[in-house]
């Protein structure tokens, strides 16, 4: 016999049991939901780095000119030299008694010469003979003349303002004509060269004229930006073949004499980029080498879309081709969706997107 209790309890059992039901029914049909945007459209200014190398324009090497002892050095390396200071002075005297005997024989030229002359005013000697007694005293100053410049080569002068390098030689070497003594490097104003791809100076002709004349930019060595700016002043020979690059020389000023000759940096030359189509970079993905979206069609389903990508910047793609203005293009939960899956979707304006990028972790 069914009593009234079990009845009661029969009927809350099948209220529970079909609402279960009910609920694993709805939360099986419930459609995952995503955040998601539309491209923007932006004009945009990027640096493009190109390795540089850095040049003092009057960079030369200081040479011994005449064979000697080296006696003094004035200097010290890495100073700050200024034009006409003495350097180094080689051990003059074998050139001072050189010069002294050139004077003393051009003295006796000339005493001769005079003596000449006087005779030939009352023409006791022959015009001939005048001429060669003058021949003898020109050559007797020629030649004080020469031992006077090879005297001067002992003492060496900066030809110009300009830091010193390293020492090559030490007091007391014996130098040969031509040895190397230092370097002297004006740095006031750098010349720094950087290669560019065939590619890009292509585009340069063709696109944004040669460049010349374009200021630029100079990240250092220790990733700073340089105080000043350059400009670009030629484009260096022909190309390298074995690399695909040709050169482009850029002139810096360097009045705090920051830069030094043969350092490194980066040059930073500047693409405009008018009208750029933009996105964000977390919601691409690469298959195989190349970059695709997801973008959601009009029936709330993810299409896999191939896009080509010109530029990149700091959370943001600049997009070449595979997308417009009105695509509607999923942000989060790329690697837990496939292609022809439903979503729903939370579409959020991209000036939300952006200032959110920075903190995005996938």
């Not at 896999?304 to 530029?311: D, G, T």
């Given at each position: 016999?069914?009593?009234?209790?079990?009845?009661?309890?029969?009927?809350?059992?099948?209220?529970?049991?079909?609402?279960?039901?009910?609920?694993?029914?709805?939360?099986?049909?419930?459609?995952?939901?995503?955040?998601?945007?539309?491209?923007?459209?932006?004009?945009?200014?990027?640096?493009?780095?190109?390795?540089?190398?850095?040049?003092?324009?009057?960079?030369?090497?200081?040479?011994?000119?005449?064979?000697?002892?080296?006696?003094?050095?004035?200097?010290?390396?890495?100073?700050?030299?200024?034009?006409?200071?003495?350097?180094?002075?080689?051990?003059?005297?074998?050139?001072?008694?050189?010069?002294?005997?050139?004077?003393?024989?051009?003295?006796?030229?000339?005493?001769?010469?005079?003596?000449?002359?006087?005779?030939?005013?009352?023409?006791?000697?022959?015009?001939?003979?005048?001429?060669?007694?003058?021949?003898?005293?020109?050559?007797?100053?020629?030649?004080?003349?020469?031992?006077?410049?090879?005297?001067?080569?002992?003492?060496?002068?900066?030809?110009?303002?300009?830091?010193?390098?390293?020492?090559?030689?030490?007091?007391?070497?014996?130098?040969?004509?031509?040895?190397?003594?230092?370097?002297?490097?004006?740095?006031?104003?750098?010349?720094?060269?950087?290669?560019?791809?065939?590619?890009?100076?292509?585009?340069?002709?063709?696109e944004e004229g040669d460049k010349l004349g374009e200021t630029v930019q100079l990240k250092m060595a220790n990733g700073k930006i340089y105080d000043h700016t350059?400009?670009?002043?030629?484009?260096?020979?022909?190309?390298?073949?074995?690399?695909?690059?040709?050169?482009?020389?850029?002139?810096?000023?360097?009045?705090?004499?920051?830069?030094?000759?043969?350092?490194?940096?980066?040059?930073?030359?500047?693409?405009?980029?008018?009208?750029?189509?933009?996105?964000?970079?977390?919601?691409?993905?690469?298959?195989?080498?190349?970059?695709?979206?997801?973008?959601?069609?009009?029936?709330?389903?993810?299409?896999?879309?191939?896009?080509?990508?010109?530029?990149?910047?700091?959370?943001?793609?600049?997009?070449?081709?595979?997308?417009?203005?009105?695509?509607?293009?999923?942000?989060?939960?790329?690697?837990?969706?496939?292609?022809?899956?439903?979503?729903?979707?939370?579409?959020?304006?991209?000036?939300?997107?952006?200032?959110?990028?920075?903190?995005?972790?996938?």
């Amino acid at each position: 016999m069914i009593t009234k209790l079990s009845v009661v309890l029969s009927l809350i059992a099948a209220l529970f049991l079909n609402g279960c039901n009910h609920a694993e029914t709805e939360t099986h049909h419930e459609l995952p939901k995503f955040e998601a945007t539309t491209p923007f459209r932006k004009d945009v200014s990027l640096p493009r780095p190109y390795v540089g190398l850095i040049k003092a324009i009057m960079h030369i090497e200081l040479r011994a000119l005449e064979k000697g002892y080296l006696e003094s050095i004035f200097v010290d390396e890495g100073q700050w030299i200024k034009e006409g200071q003495r350097m180094f002075k080689l051990m003059p005297k074998v050139y001072q008694a050189e010069f002294q005997k050139a004077k003393a024989e051009a003295q006796s030229a000339k005493i001769e010469y005079l003596n000449t002359k006087g005779l030939a005013d009352e023409n006791i000697v022959s015009p001939n003979e005048l001429a060669l007694a003058k021949a003898k005293l020109d050559k007797a100053n020629a030649r004080v003349r020469l031992t006077e410049t090879r005297l001067g080569f002992t003492d060496i002068r900066a030809p110009f303002d300009g830091v010193m390098g390293h020492y090559y030689a030490r007091i007391g070497s014996l130098l040969d004509e031509g040895e190397l003594l230092t370097e002297l490097s004006d740095i006031r104003q750098l010349w720094v060269y950087f290669n560019v791809p065939e590619a890009d100076y292509l585009n340069f002709r063709m696109e944004e004229g040669d460049k010349l004349g374009e200021t630029v930019q100079l990240k250092m060595a220790n990733g700073k930006i340089y105080d000043h700016t350059g400009v670009i002043e030629t484009i260096v020979g022909d190309f390298d073949s074995n690399f695909g690059t040709i050169q482009f020389r850029a002139l810096f000023p360097n009045p705090d004499k920051i830069l030094r000759h043969g350092e490194t940096g980066t040059i930073l030359l500047t693409k405009h980029y008018p009208n750029a189509l933009i996105i964000p970079q977390k919601a691409v993905f690469e298959i195989m080498d190349k970059n695709y979206v997801y973008v959601i069609n009009e029936e709330e389903k993810l299409e896999q879309r191939l896009i080509h990508i010109e530029a990149e910047m700091t959370k943001l793609f600049l997009i070449k081709e595979g997308l417009n203005e009105s695509d509607r293009v999923l942000l989060e939960g790329i690697r837990r969706v496939n292609p022809g899956d439903k979503v729903s979707i939370n579409l959020r304006p991209p000036e939300e997107i952006i200032p959110e990028l920075e903190l995005y972790t996938e």
